[in-house]
């Protein structure tokens, strides 16, 4: 019990620590002070006496404080979805990559901090940071309308993600092009210039490379290889390691 009254002591004092509004009081008796409301503006209350001031700022902060960040509530939608079987590990996996690379920064603040205007400039702001091509930016796209369709369902925010999606106009060459599979294909004169650069320059990733050019062998499945899949010079493919990126 004296554990529980010291926390809850240091927990009020906390919030009224960094309450950044005056407390004060007025001529008539009462007490004032101000509260933040969004997007950046405050509003004025008066109480009768300070401590009932004082228990009002606490409990404004302890409700704050239960509104989870962005990232709690992707976790919480991929860990949901996973169980339930509607998405497998590998969706997981990738969309995990993505909101690391999207949402680093953003990820962090609370869930009702941010409203469709932000998410908008957001969606902007990733798009030319990135330079997205089509693909990218579907990503991008995934894993925020995961996140804020959950949060709207949950009550966390009060806009739909699709509206704010489909109002942004993107003219046609906004997107960079996607690059042609034929474009990823070595002329059989780079083979060999790079296979004499391989076999001259043994590290691991040079080896690596040309064992793939010897054999067919995928970036993929040359990462997920093991010593028990090459016996009498013979290699077989059990599995393939997948990451994601534009």
Known sequence: RLISEYMMKRRKSKYLDNHKYKLYQGRDGRWFTRFPIKPSGSIQKAFKTREEAERAIVAFYEELDETPRIKDVFYAVMDRKYKEGSISESTVTRNTYDF???YSDLGEKRIDDVDSYVIEEFIREQKY?????????SHLLGVTRLIFKYAKKMGFITFRIDDVISDMDW???????????????????????????????????????????VTGLRIGELAALRWEDILDNEITVRRTETNWSD
């Open 129 to 137: 940071l990135h330079s997205l091509d089509t693909k990218g930016y």
């Open 171 to 213: 003219g046609k060459n906004a997107f960079r092009k996607e690059r042609e599979d034929s474009d990823e294909v070595f002329l059989d004169d780079e083979v060999r210039l790079l296979s004499e650069y391989f076999k001259s320059h043994p590290t691991g990733k040079h080896l690596g490379l040309l064992l793939c050019f």
């Open 100 to 102: 690391i690379r999207f």
